[in-house]
């Protein structure tokens, strides 16, 4: 039986604007910066490939069955990766002389903005300063902590892969993996509420 279309969020342009303010944008920042890695970095904007996912997932939103917010940033994310591998093989072909035959989906708005292709509300480059600065003291807290604690804390709270699947890819027992995330979520948060001043908004939960 089809979903009735209230229940579908994502795809009503009045209410993309509060689904993406809902997520915690700086959390995916982080991500997006991890998987670019810094050669991409160098030649990509974690930004430009937030925009391109995001118009990604409006035009192809009927792709998407609606569940619940989770799912739907896991979906998000799926779609991020997927360019950051297009991305990656453009990159290789062209160091090679190859021509790049992908081009960025920001030529898509014929030089605007990709957020001119989004329905009203969404992340603007204006709301890009401050997602930033929180993603670089999330990162900043992050890397405060050993590798093997640092591994289990960004599968789980950063990329919210689910506890058992963290356990599996890290090669570990699960109550190891679970003890690990414990501590490392304590000096994480510990760190980043020392960066970023008082009780702040973590943004991501166990």
Avoid: C
């Avoid at 279309?5 to 342009?13: G, K, L, M, N």
Wanted: aromatic residues 6%; hydrophobic residues 40%; glycine residues 8%.
């Amino acid at each position: 039986m089809p979903t009735a279309p209230e229940t579908q969020p994502h795809r009503d342009p009045t209410e993309w604007g509060r689904l993406v303010e809902s997520l915690d944008v700086a959390s995916i920042f982080v991500v997006l910066g991890a998987w670019l890695g810094p050669k991409l970095r160098a030649e990509l904007a974690v930004e430009d490939i937030w925009q391109e996912t995001l118009w990604q997932s409006w035009r192809d939103r009927d792709q998407h069955a609606w569940s619940n917010l989770a799912a739907w940033r896991a979906w998000l994310l799926t779609i991020a990766k997927n360019r950051i591998r297009d991305a990656a093989r453009t990159a290789g072909r062209a160091k090679r002389g190859g021509d790049r035959s992908t081009a960025p989906l920001s030529t898509l708005a014929g030089g605007d903005s990709i957020s001119a292709l989004l329905p009203p509300g969404s992340t603007t480059p204006s709301r890009v300063a401050g997602v930033h600065e929180r993603a670089r003291a999330m990162t900043e807290a992050l890397a405060t902590l050993d590798d093997d604690l640092q591994a289990v804390v960004r599968l789980r709270l950063f990329e919210e892969v689910p506890m058992r699947e963290v356990a599996a890819q890290l090669g570990l027992p699960l109550s190891t993996a679970k003890a690990r995330l414990l501590r490392g979520v304590e000096t994480y948060r510990r760190r980043l509420r020392q960066l970023l001043g008082g009780d702040a908004g973590l943004g991501t939960s166990q």
